[in-house]
Nanobody, 116 residues
């Protein structure tokens, strides 16, 4: 499985960005897809995740501002980020997890910078 992110960039506080993650290869093996983020010196944290059935979960600090969605037919996942804050600045990584959580696949990351 190969995953590729797109859509990062620089935005002012209060603005919006939409991230996309396209999966290819043995996508039938994927159950959960998610977005993680990481800043220098900190551990990577789960921002939002969505399963094949559509169940979602979010980091508390992004609830009500970020929306994760998934188009199973296109093997693509999205993260709509609204009301962005400077503390959302990070490298955002797409993750695809196989059924049974046996394998994790990661994208190369995309930088999101929110200026104050």
């Amino acid at each position: 499985v190969h995953v590729v992110e797109s859509g990062g960039g620089l935005v002012q506080a209060g603005g919006s960005l939409r991230l996309s993650c396209a999966a290819s290869g043995s996508t039938f093996s994927i159950n959960r897809m998610g977005w993680y983020r990481q800043t220098p010196g900190k551990q990577r944290e789960l921002v939002a995740a969505i399963t094949t059935s559509g169940s979602t979960n979010y980091l508390d600090s992004v609830k009500g501002r970020f929306t994760i969605s998934r188009d199973n037919a296109k093997n693509t996942m999205y993260l709509q980020m609204n009301s962005l804050k400077p503390e959302d600045t990070a490298v955002y990584y797409c993750n695809a997890r196989s059924w049974g959580s046996r394998f994790d696949y990661w994208g190369q990351g995309t930088q999101v910078t929110v200026s104050s």
